[in-house]
């Protein structure tokens, strides 16, 4: 089969036989990744702003503090999870 005339071009420039995707190699930006303690916390803000939200909306009015919170405990649950979420974005 005959060969293209692009190929043709490029082993000529490059004085090689060989293609440009076979002198590519992958190349490993970050070899470490995310150190395990920050996926832990990650997963546990968002389960803990989970967990709040869920207590507060079942028994929110048998629990003393929580009466007192009122409102902010929307806030609390909320921004719990959102920093949580906020996070994934460190994780490699």
């Given at each position: 089969?005959?060969?293209?005339?692009?190929?043709?071009?490029?082993?000529?420039?490059?004085?090689?036989?060989?293609?440009?995707?076979?002198?590519r190699?992958?190349?490993?930006?970050?070899?470490?990744?995310?150190?395990?303690?920050y996926?832990?916390?990650?997963?546990?803000?968002?389960?803990?702003?989970?967990?709040?939200?869920?207590?507060?909306?079942?028994?929110?009015?048998?629990?003393?503090?929580?009466?007192?919170?009122d409102?902010?405990?929307?806030?609390?649950?909320?921004?719990?999870?959102i920093?949580?979420?906020?996070?994934?974005?460190?994780?490699?």
């Amino acid at each position: 089969m005959p060969k293209s005339r692009i190929s043709d071009n490029l082993d000529a420039q490059s004085g090689s036989t060989s293609s440009a995707a076979d002198r590519r190699t992958p190349v490993k930006l970050n070899a470490t990744g995310t150190p395990r303690w920050y996926i832990v916390l990650m997963l546990g803000l968002m389960l803990l702003g989970l967990a709040w939200l869920v207590v507060n909306y079942i028994a929110g009015d048998k629990i003393p503090f929580m009466q007192d919170l009122d409102a902010w405990n929307y806030l609390i649950g909320f921004g719990l999870f959102i920093v949580g979420l906020l996070m994934t974005m460190g994780w490699k």
